[in-house]
């Protein structure tokens, strides 16, 4: 099954703040309480974003390439079966090839970036 090679991470971040400190982020509240890092695929996060993090401000998202997370991504059944990555070993700041700050609107939601056209190289 071909899955998607860029996947996103959405989290506060101070988070990101911390793990930058650090050199490796080792996950949010519900990560860290179910194992793994959690990542949506391009086609899921803007549901992630909607679900998950409604009226939460200051956020960003994540983009990492999948391929060099080997054999520590997980590829598991969640939201309404589909497969998502998981990651079960915190991840490197280096890893992230972008992190953008998600703008949330007055009424809670966030404005997803634009993702379509972006592959891994």
């Not at 860029?6 to 080792?26: S, V």
């Not at 996060?45 to 080997?70: C, M, N």
């Not at 939201?79 to 280096?94: K, S």
């Amino acid at each position: 099954m071909g899955y998607e090679n860029l996947i996103y991470k959405i989290c506060p971040a101070a988070e990101w703040r911390a793990a930058q400190a650090e050199g490796a982020f080792r996950g949010s509240f519900i990560d860290l309480k179910d194992g793994y890092i959690h990542f949506s695929t391009q086609a899921q996060a803007g549901e992630t974003l909607a679900k998950h993090f409604r009226g939460q401000d200051d956020l960003v998202l994540i983009e990492v390439a999948s391929a060099p997370l080997g054999e520590a991504l997980k590829w598991e059944p969640s939201r309404g079966g589909n497969l998502f990555p998981h990651l079960y070993t915190p991840l490197p700041v280096a890893a992230a090839l972008s992190v953008t700050p998600l703008i949330m609107a007055a009424d809670g939601s966030h404005e997803m970036p634009d993702l379509t056209g972006r592959s891994e190289s």
